[in-house]
């Protein structure tokens, strides 16, 4: 009986092997949003994937580093198939830059932007959620810098004094991801 469970698991992995999408790593990665995302880093990434965040995006005008394990995990939960090529170990991300528009500070201003929906608030307590492929840790940490839903912000965990960069998922919650 083991022996049959053995094999249908075996041929359940192959099975999903095969029918995984093969995607292709871009010549020039460039994240325009809050986070980078699948179709930012693979070419050919499915629609239904491509928007799938993988980690906060650099600020704009900088560049973030993400190590190929990471992308390699990143592509295989989403059901891709890519292997970093010999001697690739990290992909950097550009962010492009440029001149903004100089407002009035206000109530709700967060390091240059202004935040009216600020989910997250600068010096509040904000519920932090570390993920990593099949990994989940929840803990506290203060934030840095008001921030709406969907946007990078700059927190630090209290017990460390380390900054962390996270992207707000919701009133007073956060997600960063291991690297």
């Known amino acids: 009986m083991l022996r049959w469970i053995c094999f249908g698991i075996c041929f359940w992995m192959m099975a999903q092997a095969a029918f995984a999408e093969t995607v292709t790593l871009r010549s020039r990665v460039e994240a325009n949003g809050p986070a980078i995302t699948l179709g930012d880093v693979f070419e050919g990434a499915p629609t239904a994937v491509a928007g799938r965040a ?3 995006s650099p600020r704009a005008g900088q560049i973030a580093t993400l190590s190929a394990p990471l992308l390699a995990a990143a592509a295989s939960a989403a059901g891709l198939d890519w292997t970093p090529p010999a001697g690739v170990t990290e992909v950097r991300v550009v962010r492009p830059g440029g001149a903004a528009a100089t407002l009035a500070p206000s109530a709700s201003q967060a390091g240059g ?6 989910a997250v608030r600068r010096g509040d307590m904000v519920a932090l959620v570390y ?3 099949g990994l989940s840790i929840g803990t506290r940490a203060r934030a840095l810098e008001d921030g709406a839903i969907g946007q990078p912000v700059r927190l630090v965990n209290p017990a460390s004094n380390r900054t962390i960069d996270a992207i707000v998922t919701g009133q007073g919650a956060a997600r960063a991801l291991m690297q």
Do not use: C, K, L, Q
Not at 113 to 118: E, N, P
């Open 54 to 56: 993988i980690a906060p």
């Open 113 to 118: 932007r202004v935040v009216s929906d600020a």
């Open 131 to 133: 993920e990593a492929p």
